[in-house]
């Protein structure tokens, strides 16, 4: 513990507790017999780069909790994001030129345009969009003062490194201003900032707001994603790493700059998973305050008739798809697989699951016919012209397979995607009738809009019998806590945060009779982490109907433990955490 942040004897012990809990819970029970009431922000601003700009998981994590902060009593939760569609239409946010009018006219200068409105999501929260490129003719003064005030390393910054650190720099200005606009002198205030594209705005804030609570929350950090990523064993070795000497070699050494440094002078340190939490320990040298783990909203989830109407017409558009393909007939009762994300091959497990698939394609024991698809974006073009004819025509004339019988979508890199070259090196293509594996590579986005399915990536999963992510690198891992949300029987690993916490909540080594199988993964048991997934696919062939019915009763039960309603309590910790540590200060 901090010898500078002890205040007496009470908030100290609360903060010893909160450090030493996995979840937060042992902080509520002795802050309950200390008699200690939360310090709740009257003031909260969210900062992420996802605030109005769908691109991954944090996009998630902020959208859906965003409804259960707005239940929260004399809360008022503004969120800031970057403003990267400027005059064109966002269809995630509807500008109110009414909000904060006086305070947004004031703001905006030569430098700098904020635009305020709402996020159109559940709850249609507050929102400030800033526009931050007039600051980038003056990067290198900021930089300077960065490394004149933290000693932030901006010399190596590349890529998105620039556009990250002048937004942030942008919306500390930004919540300044509105603070000396707005927030009345006393009121309990906190700046959260997610990953290091808005660890500028935590440090700006952090030095001309001293009386402002911060939280800075890592899903993932530079380096370790970068260990990750290059093929390296993170795991095998991981107390050997030192994360400035890693980042200078991996050449991501600004991000791992701001990150640690950030992480190092805020009030609240936070990350999403404890095995994210081991490796901020070593890799960024501080340990986290409170684990915020990742929760839900069940409203997008269908219930009764709903849901299963939707799975059946999920499950006949991808029989369908795949027969137009393959020319083979498909037995009704197959069993469809999938596995989704970004197009990272290691970290999500993606090359693992190939793997498994051409094992369980040679195994003597499946009688099941499967369709494993991999709903993976990647460098796409139109839908394929010969499968559309195909599926407009008559099922009868679908008896040859079309080429590249894998591939729903053209690719711009046929010979260089990653995915489709393993699938032709483990000869998994689909071009022999007698295989009961067929594995269907879907190279976009699920919009709605797609060519082939023309339904949204949600309504598409919801015809999974089974879900596979044995993730390497997963801080979290929204994808399975996505598919057992919808009853679909999920395999994950110990390397993802969601299997770890599973694992935690059932106690033991979460099994397919829970639900959710969590294997055990490291660096040394490539080949036999697939063959365990490929036993347990074979497993799951000759489940009866009752035991996955039972199976699929208990992953929705699994999944029902991590509603936002579940989770907030440890943010709730957070900004206690943070206040207090800015009311000390000031």
Not at 118 to 128: A, L, M, N, S, T
Not at 217 to 225: D, E, F, L, N
Not at 555 to 577: G, Q
């Amino acid at each position: 513990m901090h010898a500078n942040r002890e205040r007496g004897c009470l908030l100290p012990i609360c903060r010893y507790i909160i450090r030493c809990s996995k979840s937060g819970t042992l902080f509520f029970e002795n802050c309950l017999r200390m008699k200690k009431e939360l310090l709740r922000p009257d003031y909260l601003f969210e900062i992420s780069w996802e605030v109005c700009n769908k691109v991954g998981g944090i996009y998630t994590v902020v959208s859906t909790k965003a409804r259960t902060l707005s239940d929260v009593e004399g809360l008022n939760a503004i969120y800031i994001g970057p403003d990267l569609w400027k005059e064109k239409e966002n269809p995630l946010f509807t500008e109110d030129k009414r909000l904060w009018s006086a305070w947004r006219k004031s703001a905006c200068n030569d430098k700098m345009t904020v635009r305020c409105g709402y996020w159109e999501i559940p709850g249609r929260p507050k929102v400030v969009l800033v526009d931050y490129t007039g600051y980038m003719e003056d990067k290198d003064a900021i930089y300077g003062e960065l490394w004149n005030d933290f000693g932030v390393d901006s010399l190596h910054g590349y890529g998105d490194y620039d556009d990250s650190m002048i937004f942030g720099y942008a919306v500390g200005k930004a919540i300044e201003s509105f603070c000396n606009a707005n927030v009345k002198k006393g009121s309990n205030v906190v700046v959260q900032a997610h990953e290091w594209q808005s660890g500028n705005a935590a440090l700006y804030v952090k030095k001309h707001l001293p009386y402002v609570g911060t939280i800075f929350t890592t899903h993932a950090t530079s380096t370790g994603r970068s260990i990750a990523s290059n093929g390296k064993p993170l795991y095998d070795y991981f107390e050997g790493y030192n994360g400035d000497q890693m980042a200078a070699e991996l050449n991501v050494q600004s991000k791992q700059s701001v990150e640690k440094t950030t992480a190092l002078n805020v009030d609240c340190f936070t990350t999403v998973s404890e095995i994210t939490a081991r490796e901020c320990e070593q890799l960024l040298e501080r340990k986290c305050d409170v684990i915020l783990e990742n929760g839900f909203e069940k409203d997008f989830v269908p219930v009764g008739r709903d849901f299963t109407a939707k799975r059946k017409k999920a499950r006949e558009a991808r029989i369908r798809v795949a027969q137009a393909l393959t020319g083979d007939k498909i037995s009704d009762d197959a069993i469809i697989i999938g596995i989704g994300g970004r197009m990272e091959m290691r970290n999500k497990g993606i090359d693992m699951f190939l793997e498994s698939m051409a094992r369980l394609n040679a195994c003597e024991e499946l009688e099941r016919d499967v369709i494993a698809f991999i709903d993976v974006p990647a460098w796409s073009d139109v839908a394929r012209e010969d499968l559309l004819k195909r599926l407009k025509s008559d099922k009868a004339s679908w008896d040859t397979p079309l080429p590249n019988p894998y591939l729903t979508h053209n690719l711009n890199n046929f010979y260089d995607d990653a995915i489709a070259c393993s699938i032709r090196n483990l000869c998994i293509d689909n071009r022999s009738g007698k295989n009961r594996v067929k594995v269907i590579y879907v190279p976009c986005y699920l919009k709605g809009n797609d060519g082939i399915f023309n339904m949204d990536y949600y309504d598409v999963l919801i015809g999974n019998d089974l879900s596979v992510y044995p993730s390497y690198y997963e801080p979290w891992g929204y994808t399975p806590l996505e598919s057992a949300a919808f009853h679909i029987p999920t395999i994950t690993t110990n390397l993802a945060g969601f299997g770890l916490w599973v694992n935690s909540v059932l106690g033991r080594e979460g099994k397919l009779a829970d639900g959710v199988e969590v294997i055990s993964r490291g660096d040394s048991n490539y080949f036999d982490s697939a063959e365990v997934i490929t036993k347990t696919i074979c497993i799951f062939a000759k489940l009866s109907e009752k035991e996955v019915s039972d199976c699929r009763k208990k992953v929705a039960k699994l999944a029902e433990k991590a509603l936002w309603k579940h989770f907030i309590k440890n943010y709730y910790a957070a900004y206690d955490f943070a206040l207090s540590a800015a009311k000390e200060r000031i």
